[in-house]
T-cell receptor, first 115, second 113 residues
Framework: GGIITQTPKFLIGQEGQKLTLKCQQN?????MYWYRQDSGKGLRLIYY???????QKGDLSEGYDASREKKSSFSLTVTSAQKNEMAVFLC??????????????FGPGTRLLVL | QEKVQQSPESLIVPEGAMVSLNCSFS?????SIWWYQQHPGKGPKALI?????GNKKEGRLTVYLNRASLHVSLHIKDSQPSDSAVYLC?????????????FGEGTKLTVSS
């Protein structure tokens, strides 16, 4: 088995601040994802990466940057945090990008609050 | 853009009851449909997936897919308090092998002991 670690668990920022969230996986999976989950809502894809140094935009990429410098890690940057923003950011990984049957494994999330 | 809708929004059942959760999607050519379970403060966990029309059974879980009616359902037999969680339906859209999943907003299940 493997595990996905997300840091930090909680992130409190100020309006306009640039904030970085980190994700590490030891599954040796090729594809990694960042999702945003607002309270009581489903998950929306921000970015995904099918291999090291690859980036693909999801439906919610505006206002975010991502970086995949190593196979095992995927970072997400909120470029300018919005006041009153509160959401959970979930990182996931799966074994390959093209298999429609591939399971996505999720980390525990980073909870963001912008004051 | 694929749309995924789940019903009901929430459900309370007694322990031992059969639970039925529904999910509708907008594209009959969508690839796999997944059900995820999410406990409070945790990330979602994949439970079961289906690709072909018909049903698939794993333990206490059965999933039914009808592509003609754009509908998939998840049934949990002999529900337990530990089944209390949010259940998310996710659809892999027909985009030539895309890794993307489109999620519904979830059904919150409470199993009372």
């Amino acid at each position: 088995g493997g595990i996905i670690t997300q840091t930090p668990k909680f992130l409190i920022g100020q309006e306009g601040q640039k904030l970085t969230l980190k994700c590490q996986q030891n599954f040796n999976h090729d594809t990694m994802y960042w999702y945003r989950q607002d309270s009581g809502k489903g998950l929306r894809l921000i970015y995904y990466s099918i291999t090291e140094n690859d980036l693909q935009k999801g439906d919610l990429s505006e206002g975010y940057d991502a970086s995949r410098e190593k196979k095992s890690s995927f970072s997400l940057t909120v470029t300018s945090a919005q006041k009153n923003e509160m959401a959970v950011f979930l990182c996931a990984s799966s074994i390959r990008d093209w298999g429609c049957q591939d399971t996505q494994y999720f980390g525990p999330g980073t909870r963001l609050l912008v004051l | 853009q694929e749309k995924v809708q789940q019903s009901p929004e929430s459900l309370i059942v007694p322990e031992g009851a059969m639970v039925s959760l529904n999910c509708s999607f907008s594209d009959s050519a969508s690839q796999s449909i997944w059900w995820y379970q999410q406990h409070p403060g945790k990330g979602p966990k994949a439970l079961i997936s289906i690709f072909s029309n018909g049903n698939k059974k794993e333990g206490r879980l059965t999933v039914y897919l009808n592509r003609a009616s754009l509908h998939v359902s998840l049934h949990i037999k002999d529900s337990q308090p530990s089944d209390s969680a949010v259940y998310l339906c996710a659809v892999s859209p027909n985009q030539g092998g895309s890794a993307k999943l489109i999620f519904g907003e979830g059904t919150k299940l409470t199993v009372s002991s």
